[in-house]
């Protein structure tokens, strides 16, 4: 039934009533009031019922309508500087690490996201440099000795001297050690940067220090001074290998003697190796723990050196929670290394042991 019908139903019924009402006695036309008033009240409720659910029916969807535009509108707006991060970081690739991303001045969550974005593509790209550039100076450093025994095996090969060839296997021998020394530091290196944890335990570190110096033969003369049970806990394997770079180096580079004190300060074990050498200046005292690096005194490779000694032996005193430096010293170098002593309670299960 429209709305129309039952408005005209209504003025009919309502026309008759009044007809009645005009030619019916006083008693009959009380009733027909009665009666006109609940036909009133159902055409109104006709009416009115239909209509209200069709006004409010239409009222709703305009305002779901409206809300989702609004929603749309601002969820877009909100979004937009994180789609221009997405499409940033979609046209980075490992060769070009140096763009970044835009940073709105808005200061909320999408501004801190790009500015931390950033600074993870800035660590990224110092990573991808520092590999990049070991790579070339670890083939710079293979290649040469490989070319020095090439060159000379050839030499022997075109003259067969007897005394000649003796000299050139030796010397050839020379290279292929300084080759082995090579890899294995860069095997070493390899599952130091992967991170791979060996099995640790309770060592002293004075005995450590004392065995490797009994262990190698040096150029010069140790002087020691070493305090008694300083345990520590690490891997025996990689520790000598630390206190091996820290040993060699000063003997490598000293003149006369060689200086090794082992002391507590607070809760860690201090190793001291002090040389009288040329020294390290101020300035390069960083430069020394990077991979395949040499100071102007250092260069030539009849020292015998890798240039991956002291890189190495911090990453492994890193590795063990402790730290490598180069210290001030009044003539020549003074490595300083720090490790963190094993707590009492497991120096008396060791004691116990």
């Not at 408005?7 to 019924?13: D, M, Q, R, S």
Request: charged share 25%.
């Amino acid at each position: 039934m429209t709305v129309a019908t039952v408005a005209l139903f209504g003025a009919v019924l309502l026309a008759g009533v009044v007809t009645l009402c005009l030619s019916s006695p006083s008693w009959a036309r009380a009733q027909l009031v009665d009666r006109a008033d609940e036909a009133g009240r159902m055409v109104t409720t006709l009416i009115d019922v239909p209509l209200l659910a069709a006004i409010l029916g239409a009222a709703a969807l305009v305002l779901l309508a409206l809300t989702g535009w609004a929603a749309w509108i601002g969820v877009g707006r909100v979004l937009a500087p994180v789609e221009r991060i997405r499409a940033g970081l979609e046209q980075i690739s490992a060769t070009d690490l140096g763009d970044r991303m835009p940073v709105p001045d808005t200061g909320d969550e999408v501004a801190r996201l790009a500015i931390t974005v950033n600074d993870t593509l800035g660590r990224l790209e110092d990573a991808v440099e520092r590999q990049r550039r070991f790579v070339s100076d670890a083939s710079h450093e293979l290649r040469t000795p490989l070319t020095a025994m090439l060159v000379r095996l050839e030499a022997c090969a075109a003259r067969p001297d007897p005394e000649e060839c003796a000299r050139t296997l030796e010397e050839a021998l020379g290279d292929a050690r300084r080759l082995s020394a090579i890899v294995q530091d860069l095997l070493l290196m390899a599952r130091l940067d992967a991170g791979t944890r060996p099995t640790e335990e309770l060592l002293d570190l004075g005995k450590l220090v004392v065995d490797e110096m009994d262990r190698r033969p040096f150029r010069l003369p140790f002087t020691t001074c070493v305090e008694p049970r300083l345990m520590v806990r690490g891997n025996r394997l990689r520790l000598d290998r630390l206190l091996t770079s820290l040993l060699s180096n000063a003997d490598r580079h000293g003149c006369g003697a060689v200086h090794v004190t082992v002391s507590r300060c607070g809760d860690e074990g201090v190793v001291e190796v002090y040389d009288d050498g040329p020294g390290i200046p101020e300035d390069q005292r960083e430069a020394v723990f990077q991979r395949f690096t040499r100071l102007d005194t250092a260069r030539s490779r009849d020292h015998g050196g890798t240039g991956l000694g002291l890189p190495i032996a911090r990453d492994i005193a890193t590795a063990h929670g402790g730290t490598l430096r180069v210290g001030d010293s009044a003539k020549g170098a003074r490595l300083v290394l720090r490790l963190p002593l094993a707590p009492p309670t497991e120096e008396g299960q060791s004691g116990n042991e």
